[in-house]
């Protein structure tokens, strides 16, 4: 939800700010500009992607040693250059970036014109420019002090003044920002891969704290002007991370990158037969062995991932749990006590709903344990406890390598408890964990060969609709299937629990309509082999995600996806890579923008 980088320092300000724009840009790409400080400020803005700017700023030379950076993910105004950041006063003194929304922009605007303001955005950004400017009286910090205790709502700014051309201010509520340190030459994003190529010691910035970012140093107070010492952070991913190395988009790279991420997930957390969860004191086994109900939340993707942890704590550690949306937890009223347990699922960790649900849990006395893939991020901060998933940084904007290693993590911790409250005998934790740790080679081997799943695409890459359908551990994956397919080939797509298929979905069925079923061995194996007879007896082609070895299934199926075998709530990991394949591969076809889909951003930081 829009991407912010700030340099201050000895070094041409430009390529810094594009570069780190670049790894931002997942963040939001409908417009982009930069301000460069420079005796006056100069803003460059262009509607579209980064490309754009890149291309204006060749033209010319824009010297100058301090700068801001933005790139945008709509929320107030249409996408344009008038409404693309960085936004000024009335003076064209100050420049701001920023990301989040002002919920009172209204009124505060109406105030702001009243007062003989003159806008010429529709943002809700170009309200804090001129509250700054209505309070600037020669000093930058407090001016941003004062204006941002006016603001209702979440942001993360990025300030500069042609008054005080030494430093940037910075303050964030509820949208991250991180602080780069550097060698005479300092740096402010939203995300660490902005900063990566320049530093690897950052500090983290906390809600309702500001910055004063100079050449020297960074200076840290909070809204009530307190210093505070925060310690600085060795990042030690490995930049390259952030690059394609090769591959033609990032969405591919990170697809092959998935038996890494599960295999990094899952290292040191079974150890001499024991499950071992690091960051999770707060889960004593007293606290596990009283839990009465476990709630997940979380959006998107990561709800899926969810739904697998539903069904792998209820069979593994016999605790019931309940499954929400977190913008529908939020404000539902949750039954919650303190022998609650919220999981809240976000590869981000600034997810604005799921952090939301994590406040209202604790806020009710719950226990929160969070799945994260951002060490520091502000879910990770304000849980109790945290399972990291190790997948590195994901780029492209649908979630695959997050995925799988989230699902990893939920499986780890279903172990736990079920070790914890002794619910499942050891010899089959042991399995489990064996079989887990198969995973990573048997999905390297699904991504050899796909040409089946490129044929298929070639098929049906001018469908108009396509039905996904699974039983049990089957439904959560085909739900991702029909969510990748929508997400980046634009192409309609629902995923159902197959025996619901005869109460509504069924009626969609035409020979145009091609049908994606998740039916890999399990309980339920049989039950969908009747669903495809009936999705058969209707005249849809059918594409079938199948055990290794089911020569059956070939009678029934037009295509037919092999995964090998594993344990049958472990199977949701297989089973969904050439899920995600076949959605690449259709978009690909259809020309679309795989690692940028249109509307969509990666990091939800608005509600
Ligand atoms: C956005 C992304 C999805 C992601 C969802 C939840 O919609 O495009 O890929 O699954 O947010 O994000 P989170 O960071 O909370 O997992």
Redesign the pocket.
Known sequence: MCGIVGYIGQRDTVPILINGLKRLEYRGYDSAGIAILNGEISIVRRLGKLKGLEDALLDGALPGLVGIGHTRWATHGRPSEENAHPHTDCSGDLAIVHNGIIENFLALREGLQSRGHIFKSETDTEVISHLIEEKYDGNLLEAVRAAIQEVKGSFAIAVISRHEPDRIIAARKDSPLVLGLGNGENFIASDIPAILGCTRSVILLDNDELAEVTCDGVRILTIDDLVVEREVFNVHWDDEAAEKCGYEDFMLKEIYEQPVAIRETIRSRFQDGKVVLENSSHLTDDIVKAVGKIFIV?????YHAGLVGKSVIENWARIPVEIDIASEFRYRNPVIDKNTLVVAI???G??AD?LASLREARARGAKVMAVSNVVGSSITREADGTIYTHAGPEIG???TKTLVSQMAAIYTLALYLAQVRDTMPQAEIDVLASELKDLPKKVSGLLVDIATIEECAREFSDCKSFLFLGRGIGVPVAMEGALKLKEISYIHAEGYAAGEMKHGPIALLERSVPVVVVATKGHTYEKVISNIQEVKARDSYVIAVATEGDEEIKQHADYVFYVPETSEFLSAIPAVIPLQLLAYCIAKIRGCNVDQPRN?????TVE
């Open positions: 979380a959006c998107g993707t990561s976000s590869q981000s600034e997810t799921t904007v649908a979630a969509l951003a990666k990091s939800v």
